[in-house]
């Protein structure tokens, strides 16, 4: 079976996640929203991906530029079963009413209210829940890293309350408006920020506490995450639990001397054609465990963290694959997540 996809929102992760889509065997393309003909609009007419504009009021600028344009994006809901809803956070809730009249499954971004989708999604820790759902919100890129890890090292070791600090990124590498460009600003200036709130979204048990800062830099977001297991465990436990599991690659700054996220993104451009880095990357030499705390920092690409969460969300809401492992060995195969970069 091959489930027929639209997505809404080709911007930084909407592009993503269409190329992702292409190389799936099991999903088709049909087509994506754009509002504007600009230089992403114009390198997927080149890519052959049909475009779609939300209202016929957008075609005329494409005509002008001379994109074709299929149709509005109500043509392009008629022709899916699934649309992945990657609009600038808040905007996909607005379309959700159109999209629940047109009937098809919605898989919405991080960015969006939870109350946006029948569940928050993230594979490594709630896929099975998620099988025939209308409607999904895969979690946002901070949110994704913290529940890789936590559900990785629940699953063998049990995690029972965790606190981390983020430093977060200020804006995507293409975003020219945003800041700060020298300060550290506390965002959101109280604790929790709203990331333990959303990680309790997929894991209402879990005792979490988060705080974040924002920083003059694009490449990464990184966190300092402490864990407190239900039981004594060893550095190497925690070692060979994450190297053990899918989406999480362990980086040795003794060997390799990658201290930060600009050596990471340097190795991930050379070694990956769009320079992206969907795994998370925790530093092995910062594991450190004392009874049974244990702490470590760990990078977020927040480009691209999120997309083998989009695609295991399509196959969970159409219940393409009822197995959460077989539709990870599937995604990550196809967009080549591996357990090194080197
Ligand atoms: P973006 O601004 O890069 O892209 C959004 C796209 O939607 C743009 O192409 C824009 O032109 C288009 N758009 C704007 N208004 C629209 C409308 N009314 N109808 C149709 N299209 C419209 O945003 P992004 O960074 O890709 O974020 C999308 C979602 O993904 C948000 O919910 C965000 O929180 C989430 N997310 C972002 C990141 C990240 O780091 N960028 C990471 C994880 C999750």
């Not at 629940?154 to 020298?182: C, F, T, W, Y």
């Not at 709203?194 to 003059?216: F, G, M, N, R, Y």
């Not at 966190?223 to 407190?228: A, D, F, N, R, Y």
């Not at 809401?317 to 080549?336: C, I, K, M, N, Q």
Request: hydrophobic letters at 40%.
């Amino acid at each position: 079976m091959t489930v027929k996809v639209g997505i809404n929102g080709l911007g930084t992760i909407g592009r993503r996640v269409a190329r992702a889509i292409t190389l799936q065997s099991d999903m088709k393309l049909v087509g994506a929203v754009k509002t504007r003909p600009d230089y992403t609009a114009l390198q997927a007419a080149a890519a052959g991906i049909p475009l779609y504009t939300p209202s016929q009021e957008e075609a005329e600028a494409f005509d002008k530029a001379g994109i074709r344009v299929e149709g509005t994006l109500q043509d392009l809901l008629a022709k899916v079963d699934v649309i992945v809803d990657a609009t600038p956070g808040g905007v996909g809730e607005r379309y959700k009413g159109i999209y629940e009249e047109a009937g098809v499954r919605q898989i919405f971004q991080g960015g969006e209210k939870a109350r946006v989708a029948e569940a928050s999604f993230s594979t490594l820790c709630n896929y099975s829940e998620a099988l025939g759902l209308k409607s999904l919100r895969v979690v946002s890129c901070n949110t994704t890293g913290l529940l890789r890890l936590i559900c990785t090292l629940h699953r063998s070791m049990g995690v029972k309350r965790v606190q981390a600090v983020l430093i977060r990124r200020a804006a995507d590498p293409r975003e020219v408006k945003k800041g700060p460009i020298n300060s550290i600003n506390l965002n959101p200036p109280t604790t929790p920020s709203h990331h333990a709130l959303d990680v309790k979204t997929v894991l209402p048990w879990l005792e979490i506490t988060t705080s974040a800062v924002v920083v003059p830099t694009t490449l990464m977001h990184v966190h300092h995450v402490t864990l407190e297991l239900e039981k004594r465990a060893s550095a190497r436990d925690v070692i060979e639990a994450l190297a053990g599991a899918p989406r999480i690659m362990l980086i040795d700054t003794g060997v390799t001397g990658i201290r930060g996220t600009a050596q990471l993104m340097d190795a991930a451009r050379h070694a990956r054609p769009a320079g992206d880095l969907p795994e998370l990357v925790v530093f092995e030499d910062s594991i450190h465990v004392e009874e049974n705390r244990v702490t470590l920092f760990q990078a977020v690409h927040q480009e691209s963290i999120v997309v083998p969460e989009n695609i295991d969300a399509i196959r969970a809401a159409t219940r393409l694959v009822e197995d959460p492992w077989e539709s990870v060995t599937r995604t990550d195969e196809s967009l080549g997540l591996t357990k090194r970069l080197f």
